[in-house]
């Protein structure tokens, strides 16, 4: 499988999006108009809806060329072949995570301090999620904010390819980039937009401009 591209990482939230039909359309057009990753991510779903929503978003970023992640569920992840997980420090361990899904599918873990980055084992997952950096009204039981210095000395200790997460907003990727990010995971900005490619693109161009 190829490398993961983290460059715009985009999370599904059902709320934002519109449910089922509302991160579907979301997500094909996100994977149209620059989004390199999608996580489906909904904490109050029960496993069926998790499975029928999941399938659906496979299917689509197939034909997109756009890896799934799965947050949280293996078991859902494995039942629709996507691309891997994605796991925070109190979902299930990367070990259990990668003797269940085998060698080949990404594990993603969630970090937030130099503890995390310690502990993360570095043969085990395939990149790391780091925040939040900013404040965030979506994940209410986030970490508390690590500012974008604190971000600074967590990529420089970083040994894994890092996704910058929490706040993120168009005019924000310049200097997370500049910082050591291999990308950056919204979900507000984008999920409810209401010009999703005007947005996402606007996203995609800020990175590349951050690069050049
Ligand atoms: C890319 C990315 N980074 C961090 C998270 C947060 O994961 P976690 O800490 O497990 O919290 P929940 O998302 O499960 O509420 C993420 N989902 N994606
Ligand atoms: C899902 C998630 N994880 C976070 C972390 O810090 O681990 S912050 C977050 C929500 C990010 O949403 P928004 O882009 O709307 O701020
Ligand atoms: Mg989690």
Redesign the pocket.
């Known amino acids: 499988m190829n490398p993961l591209d983290l460059s715009l ?1 985009l ?1 599904l939230d059902p709320d934002l999006c519109g449910g089922h039909n509302g991160m579907l359309d979301t997500a094909r057009l996100a994977a149209r108009h620059g989004v390199t990753v999608v ?1 489906l ?1 909904a ?1 109050k779903w029960k496993k069926r809806q998790w499975l029928q929503t999941a399938t659906a978003l496979k299917a689509l970023l197939d034909q997109e060329g756009v890896p799934l992640i799965i ?2 569920q293996v078991d859902i992840a494995l039942a629709v072949d996507a691309a891997g997980v ?6 299930l361990p990367p070990e259990t995570a990668r003797r269940l899904l085998g060698p080949n599918k990404i594990i ?1 873990l ?1 970090t937030s301090n130099v503890a995390h980055l310690g502990g993360a084992p570095l043969d085990l997952i395939d990149y790391i ?3 939040p950096v900013y404040a965030t009204t979506t ?1 209410l ?3 508390p904010v690590i500012g974008l210095e604190q971000f600074g000395v967590l990529m420089g200790a970083k040994r894994l390819p890092a ?1 910058a ?1 929490g706040g993120i907003k168009a005019g924000m990727i310049a200097p997370l980039i500049k910082a050591g990010a291999d990308g950056v ?1 919204v979900v507000s900005a984008i999920c409810g937009q209401t010009d999703i490619p005007l947005v996402t693109r606007a996203l995609s161009d800020e990175i590349a401009g951050a690069r050049a």
């Open positions: 990482y999370v996580q991510r904490p947050n949280d994605h796991l925070g420090q109190a979902d993603g969630s999620g780091v925040g994940k039981d986030a970490e996704v997460i995971a």
